[in-house]
């Protein structure tokens, strides 16, 4: 058996049946988009820096072997991911300080995005270290410009909390931002959501994107009440959903007092006092304590 050291890896890629050799890479960390599902939807410039990295963090291993190998890219792969952050990051750090060449990916899509790499972005800043962004595929940017409704402005606000109650406060803090909307959403609770959604927000367009760029990717279109009951009867919605909410339109920014007035004594009518003000202050968006002292001057009036 030879004693001779392996040759080095000579950093290359495959597309469209050509091998091509990427170009040496500077140090530091970069930060690399990669497809939401359709592998074609990959830049010349993510697949060379994958190639040419001494290593690859990844959230998902697994999933990114897939990537790589499609793209007959060796580069080893290393887990990082919210579990194992923690103790990644100093040894992460230790490799960009020794002048290491390292890319950052996430199972899909723009990392940093509803993932843990924000941490390490921000430590690798701190210490003055190389960041670089390589561009490209975000499932928040596909679903938005496909919605139809207002981009000029636009809030991400991921996923929202599971539980009601919490999920509807979010809601209704959220109510009053002068842009669209855009959430994650798993599909066991986009009904739910959406019916939260509905009751909070009211009538405003909508739209629910479904496995984009995949084979499978649909993109429903309508009014808050009108989605949320077609995923009520929707048992099908499976897979990654990014959902889309128009801004409010003027009266909601600001209800009418007599708008107020009225709700707030149909719901004293059917609860207490308490009970009204949050449904009521939910419904139109309107601070708790500008509902709480119109509530109280309606119970003391004649």
């Known amino acids: 058996m030879s004693n001779q050291p392996a040759p080095p890896r000579k950093p290359s890629y495959t597309a469209f049946g050509l091998k091509a050799e990427a170009e040496p890479l500077g140090p530091g960390l970069h930060i690399v988009a990669t ?13 060379a820096t994958l190639a040419a990295a001494d290593a690859v963090l990844a959230e998902d291993t697994r999933t990114s072997k897939t990537l790589l190998a499609h ?8 887990p990082y991911h919210e579990h194992n952050a923690p103790q990644m990051r100093p040894k992460v750090l230790a490799k960009l300080r020794e002048g290491g060449k390292l890319a950052l990916i996430s199972d899909a899509g723009t990392p940093l995005v509803s993932d843990p790499g924000y941490k390490l972005v921000a430590d690798v800043v701190a210490e003055g270290l190389p960041v670089t962004g390589i561009p490209g595929p ?14 000029d402005r636009f809030f991400f606000e991921g996923f929202l909390p599971p539980k009601a109650a919490a999920r509807r406060g979010r809601l209704t803090e959220l109510a009053a931002i002068p842009g669209t909307l855009v959430f994650f959403e798993s599909p066991r609770r986009l009904a739910e959501m959406l019916a939260d959604a509905a009751a909070v927000l009211g ?8 496995e984009l760029t995949k084979f499978h990717e649909t993109v429903q279109r309508g ?10 009867e929707d048992e099908e919605a499976r897979g990654e959903i990014v959902v889309i909410i128009g801004p409010p339109g003027a009266d909601e920014l600001a209800p009418a007092g007599d708008v107020i007035d009225e709700r707030l004594q149909a719901a004293l009518a059917l609860v207490s006092l308490k009970e009204a003000v949050a449904q009521v202050a939910a419904e139109t968006g309107q601070p708790r304590r500008k509902i709480y002292a119109r509530a109280l001057e309606l119970t003391r009036e004649p």
């Not at 975000?138 to 981009?151: D, H, N, Q, R, W």
């Not at 009538?203 to 479904?210: D, I, L, N, T, Y």
């Not at 009014?223 to 009520?232: D, G, I, N, V």
């Open 71 to 78: 793209y007959g890219i060796s580069t080893p792969l290393l």
């Open 35 to 47: 497809p939401i599902g359709n592998l074609r939807d990959i830049s010349f410039r993510a697949l």
């Open 203 to 210: 009538a405003r367009p909508g739209a629910v994107a479904r």
């Open 223 to 232: 009014r808050l009440p009108e989605l949320a009951a077609h995923y009520a």
């Open 138 to 151: 975000s499932a928040v940017l596909a679903a938005l410009v496909l919605a139809g409704l207002p981009t």
